[in-house]
């Protein structure tokens, strides 16, 4: 999700407008802070691309960048990457510029009023988005045949969770999900931001109840018994709190792990480390079981005790 930068004005600032908005109920344009346009294109991290343009239930045209598997590395399958709250496309590509080398096809795409987007992101019309993804992948000659996997970061994972769990035809097309730094409560997380400054941790119940929490993935997350999930959380995480990760986690159906890192918010694969934990829980989704403790080689399958 998108940091708060907590200057004295700015919490002024947010401090009248919640106390202006406190009349009139949840909103879900609180959850987006999308930016428009484009700064760079793949090209910059001499990644291959190809924009792509998907049209919405509604109409809504989007944009979308589709990366292709490196020339001569197998393809081993395909990534759809649903990114957070903040920003467009260009902000988010270090989450997936490295996959293409290692096999993996990826599909990212701008919600509505995204980078070079159109319309206004709202609930629920954003999951109209998600299902413009899912319809394109369906159609791409590149997709067929394989695997398919969600990597969906923070609000991105969020609205993933609530979609698959509203959608069970689409969920069985996933062999693996990835969730990174993902709210377990929308509500709970602005309650959270409120509280850190003193100027607004004494209005920081009244004014989380303005966040709709009703779509939070804390209320879907049991439905998804399959497939299985890797949820990555950073102890650093200062935007999303572990606990939520934690609560999320134990809510979740098996199979899961839990795998904890370090590091800003969503900065997970930024570490070669956790990318390379990814990869091996894509190579067996089913038997993954994470790293007994942080920076330790991933302990699955273990030759010692075969399965």
Request: aromatic share 10%; net charge neutral.
């Amino acid at each position: 999700m998108k940091p708060t930068t907590r200057t004295f004005s700015e919490w002024l600032r947010l401090l009248a407008l919640g106390m202006l908005l406190l009349g009139l109920g949840g909103c879900s344009s609180l959850l987006f802070y999308p930016e428009p346009g484009q700064a760079f294109t793949p090209e910059r991290a001499k990644v291959a691309y190809r924009d792509v343009s998907l049209t919405t239930a509604d109409g809504v045209r989007l944009h979308g960048w589709w990366l292709p598997a490196k020339a001569g590395v197998a393809l081993k399958g395909t990534v759809l990457h649903l990114h957070g709250n903040g920003g467009n496309l260009p902000g988010h590509l270090g989450a997936t510029y490295w996959l293409p080398e290692q096999g993996y096809q990826v599909l990212m795409v701008d919600y509505r009023g995204y980078g070079l987007s159109e319309g206004k992101p709202t609930l629920p019309e954003v999951y109209q988005d998600i299902d413009a993804a899912m319809g394109w992948l369906a159609n791409a000659p590149e997709a067929k045949g394989k695997p398919l996997v969600l990597l969906g970061q923070s609000l991105g994972g969020a609205m993933a969770i609530h979609y698959l769990a509203a959608h069970p035809e689409q969920r069985q097309r996933f062999s693996a999900l990835v969730f990174d730094g993902v709210p377990a409560s929308y509500r709970a997380v602005g309650r959270y931001a409120l509280g850190t400054s003193w100027l607004t941790w004494p209005l920081q119940v009244p004014l989380s109840w303005l966040v709709p929490d009703g779509d939070s993935a804390i209320h879907s997350i049991e439905r998804l018994g399959s497939p299985p999930k890797l949820f990555f959380h950073s102890i650093d995480d200062d935007l999303v709190p572990m606990e939520s990760a934690i609560r999320l986690y134990q809510h979740a159906p098996p199979p899961r792990v839990l795998q904890l890192t370090r590091g800003g918010h969503v900065q997970t694969f930024a570490d070669p480390l956790w990318r390379q934990v990814m990869l091996r829980f894509l190579e067996d989704p089913s038997h993954f079981n994470g790293l007994r403790r942080l920076a330790e080689v991933p302990n699955y399958p273990d030759e010692k005790n075969p399965q």
